[in-house]
Every structure is written in C-alpha cells, then in structure tokens.
C-alpha cells in the first residue's frame, strides 16, 4: 500500500513538474491536456485520477511554481546579501539574475490574468494571493532598509518598478531594466528621507 501511494505521489509530482514548465515556456491555453500527458509519460486516466480538470493542474503548476520561484529568490539574495549587498540591493540583483536565467520568460503570476481571463477562477485568485505576498516581502525589505514610515510611502510605487521591470525584460529581451528599477526605487528612497 505504501508503495502505491509511492509511486501515485511521484506520478503526480511528475505531471505537475511537466504541466509547470510547459505553461511557463508556452501558456496555459496554448498546452492541451494530451501534450502534458505525453511528456510526462503517464496514462490519460493517471493524469485525471489526479486532476479532474484541466483548471486543477493549473491551480497545482501555479502552486508548484510559487514555492519554486520563492526559493530560487530567496536563494539569489542570499548569495548577494553574502556578496555584501544590503538585503534590498540583493532582491534586486536576484531579479537580475532571475532575469539572465535561462528559459526567462516574464512572471508566470502577471501572466495569469491575460491568460486565464477570468477572476474568479481559482488559478486567478492564487495568483493574486501570491502577488500580493510578493508585495508584502518587498515592502519589509524596503521598511528594513529605509523604516516603516518610508515603506508605506513608497512600497506601493516600488512594487510598480518591479511589476514594470519584469515585463520590459520580456519585450526588450534585456535585463538592463532590473538595474533601472532599482536605480528609481532607490532615488524615490532617498527623496523620502530628505
């Protein structure tokens, strides 16, 4: 019995692997069900014993890559917080660095909402949960570097460098605009505290 549950856990690990990576690379729309099936090398009723729709492997891949994507972060900054960087310097360098690695392709959660057109769905919400968390961090950051009072002030306009960064580094296809958000959050830090 231990066993079967075994193998049906790394079954499913093994889908949503495939499923978060294929969404990443291409989007949720454009990967149907049978592609997801055939890289991860499982049977069609494997795939829906574990996900009765295709909404749930999203809402896993999402899951999935939240915790993915927030432990390679949180290992960039502590790689450039060890380098000397203060801790708000060392996000934006780990952004640099998410956006020098290979298979870049923007934030899967500022994806979501053109992607999935709909609100209300469960994929959505996550994301919008995680955005939000994500905001939440940078404003500690921020109040960390410059106090709470210059956190409330400016976290709000720094979190729109961040969002804005990202996008651009998809379109422009460099990561020049990680040096460009920092260089603005950091002068509208300086202002704040004169």
Known sequence: MVKTRAKSSATRQRIVETAEKLFYAEGFRAVGID????????????????????????????????????????NWMEQHAEAGMGRLEAFFAALKSWFESPGFRGSMFINVPAELADPQHEGSKF???HNRQFRAMQEQLIAEAAGAKAAKATAPAIALLVEGAVVSVVMEQSS??????RDAALALLAKFKK
Not at 51 to 69: E, M, N, T
Request: hydrophobic share 55%; proline share 2%.
């Open 127 to 129: 994301s919008a949960r």
């Open 35 to 74: 592609r997801i099936i055939a890289e991860a090398g499982v049977a069609k009723m494997s795939l829906y014993n574990h996900f009765p729709s295709k909404d749930d492997l999203i809402l896993a891949a999402l899951k999935f890559r939240a915790g993915k994507f927030d432990a390679m972060l949180e």
């Open 176 to 181: 020049k605009a990680a040096d460009v958000a």
